[in-house]
């Protein structure tokens, strides 16, 4: 390759002196005939126009150029490039072996190509119309996303009036004959339970028209009082008056015998709330104590102790933060690494704690007490200790205590409820501290005594159970999706 290189260069000033011998060899004749001509002025003349420049003699120039890159460029083509010396070693063919391989090799490669690409579509058939391209210019799927999401986020809730529809029951394909005690959608899929104390746990497919039942499992002499999803929705754990569980798995469809937990000296275990990471479990037992079990292997980590007894806990800043309501009318704010309490601040107004939540963005907690009064705070100085939070809101639309508190995944609705008096749920507006007028209406008067409020993932359905065994299922025709 070196060599080919310098025969290149070399052959370049080769044509260069060429150029320059011809132009040489062509002014010594012209000089040379210049002194053989008889007249003087003539011969001036002459040599005026070979020393300061001619017109003809610069086209004779141009000719003789123009030839010699012709000459160039033919040869240049022609890849016979003329060398100034010759070397033995140039008749070895072997050094353009490497080009010869490389062009088999690409042919090769091709045919092989062809070959699998043949065999390929004799076995799977031709290339569907959907996967070749048109050669229209189409949003990629990332842009169709944000864009839809963007969308999504960007649009508020209305307040005053909220737009919903009735939908079939929920549980119409399967009524519970007892009051429900536990109605959960699933977190990924279209799905629902709801249970009883009639001793089944049922699974429905969401979709506010038919909703087919998909299970029901009969578990003897377990009156179900606390049902939940487990492991990211493929375990249903349930417990009810006795120590043990019963656990669920809906990939392999077993049902298993949790034993009572180590630790544990409780009788009976009526309700538990899953952290939001699923890593935790938390039940509620007497005497202020709230024991805290791993979620995968069921075995008792910590016991965590407040003053009087504990009604509800919420779960903040995805499980790392929990916080307890109980008939002292005082929240207690736990670290959940630690396990300790690192706050505690009273409900204004409050005699007995009955509920309590908290929004999905973790700005907003709302307490539930005995005479149906919510209040509303703000989080940002949740953690200070010493520091009464901001009363943003307090909601008196309930007279009973308040058994029932969500927020919904936007933290816009805030829904209340309590199961001492027949249709007594309300949705606020949390923007505008407002609440909806037109729910519920005079339909849902018969909904009776109000067990469980649950919203879906995204807020498109709400699904209130009752004390007669019913689940009542709420299009939220706002939010666009499951």
């Known amino acids: 390759m070196l060599r080919q290189k310098r025969k290149r260069n070399l052959n370049g000033n080769d044509v260069s002196l060429e150029i320059n011998n011809v132009v040489l060899n062509k002014s010594k004749i012209h000089a040379s005939k210049l002194l053989k001509t008889d007249d003087y002025s003539t011969t001036t003349d002459t040599l005026e126009d070979f020393l300061f420049g001619s017109?003809?003699?610069?086209?004779?120039?141009?000719?003789?150029?123009?030839?010699?890159?012709?000459?160039?460029?033919?040869?240049?083509?022609?890849?016979?490039?003329?060398?100034?010396?010759?070397?033995?070693?140039?008749?070895?063919?072997?050094?353009?072996?490497?080009?010869?391989?490389?062009?088999?090799?690409?042919?090769?490669?091709?045919?092989?190509?062809?070959?699998?690409?043949?065999?390929?579509?004799?076995?799977?058939?031709?290339?569907?119309?959907?996967?070749?391209?048109?050669?229209?210019?189409?949003?990629?799927?990332?842009?169709?996303?944000?864009?839809?999401?963007?969308?999504?986020?960007?649009?508020?809730?209305?307040?005053?009036?909220?737009?919903?529809?009735?939908?079939?029951?929920?549980?119409?394909?399967?009524?519970?004959?007892r009051k429900v005690e536990s109605c959960e959608f699933h977190q990924t899929a279209t799905i629902a339970l709801t249970a009883s104390h009639d001793c089944k746990l049922n699974l429905f497919q969401v979709d506010g028209k038919n909703n087919s039942k998909l299970h029901s499992l009969?578990?003897?002499?377990?009156?179900?009082?606390?049902?939940?999803?487990?492991?990211?929705?493929?375990?249903?754990?349930?417990?009810?008056?006795?120590?043990?569980?019963?656990?669920?798995?809906?990939?392999?469809?077993?049902?298993?015998?949790?034993?009572?937990?180590?630790?544990?000296?409780?009788?009976?275990?009526?309700?538990?709330?899953?952290?939001?990471?699923?890593?935790?479990?938390?039940?509620?037992?007497?005497?202020?104590?709230?024991?805290?079990?791993?979620?995968?292997?069921?075995?008792?980590?910590?016991?965590?102790?407040?003053?009087?007894?504990?009604?509800?806990?919420?779960?903040?800043?995805?499980?790392?933060?929990?916080?307890?309501?109980?008939?002292d009318a005082k929240v207690y704010v736990w670290d959940m690494k630690r396990r300790t309490c690192i706050n505690t601040f009273e409900d204004r107004g409050c005699v007995k704690g009955t509920s309590i939540s908290a929004s999905s963005d973790n700005k907003l907690i709302a307490c539930g007490s005995a005479s149906g009064i919510v209040n509303v705070y703000g989080s940002e100085k949740l953690k200070h200790s010493g520091v009464e939070l901001d009363l943003l809101k307090s909601y008196k639309n309930l007279r009973t205590p308040i058994s029932t508190l969500e927020f919904n995944s936007t933290s816009e609705i805030l829904a209340m409820s309590?199961?001492?008096?027949?249709?007594?749920?309300?949705?606020?507006?949390?923007?505008?501290?407002?609440?909806?007028?037109?729910?519920?209406?005079?339909?849902?008067?018969?909904?009776?005594?109000?067990?469980q409020v649950h919203f879906s993932p995204n807020s498109g359905f709400m699904a209130i159970g009752n004390s007669s065994g019913r689940v009542y299922l709420y299009r939220l025709n706002h939010y666009e999706r499951y």
């Open 55 to 177: 017109t003809a003699y610069d086209v004779a120039l141009n000719d003789l150029t123009s030839l010699s890159d012709e000459q160039d460029i033919c040869e240049h083509e022609s890849g016979k490039d003329k060398a100034l010396w010759s070397d033995d070693d140039d008749d070895d063919d072997s050094g353009n072996m490497g080009d010869s391989n490389l062009v088999s090799e690409v042919n090769c490669s091709t045919t092989n190509k062809e070959t699998r690409s043949s065999e390929f579509t004799k076995i799977m058939g031709p290339t569907p119309l959907w996967a070749k391209s048109s050669g229209d210019s189409q949003p990629g799927k990332e842009d169709f996303l944000a864009s839809n999401l963007l969308q999504v986020t960007t649009k508020a809730l209305p307040k005053n009036d909220i737009d919903y529809t009735s939908c079939s029951l929920l549980n119409a394909k399967c009524y519970s004959s």
């Open 218 to 327: 009969f578990l003897e002499q377990f009156p179900i009082n606390c049902a939940h999803f487990l492991s990211n929705g493929t375990e249903v754990l349930m417990s009810s008056h006795v120590r043990w569980m019963y656990s669920y798995d809906m990939v392999s469809g077993t049902v298993s015998r949790v034993p009572f937990i180590k630790g544990v000296k409780d009788e009976k275990i009526l309700k538990f709330v899953v952290s939001p990471d699923q890593q935790h479990i938390v039940f509620l037992s007497r005497y202020g104590k709230a024991h805290i079990v791993d979620s995968k292997t069921k075995e008792l980590i910590s016991t965590l102790k407040m003053n009087g007894s504990v009604e509800d806990v919420a779960f903040m800043d995805d499980g790392d933060t929990m916080l307890s309501f109980g008939s």
């Open 418 to 451: 309590s199961d001492s008096m027949q249709a007594a749920v309300r949705l606020a507006h949390v923007p505008s501290h407002s609440v909806f007028s037109n729910f519920p209406a005079f339909k849902d008067k018969n909904m009776q005594y109000p067990r």
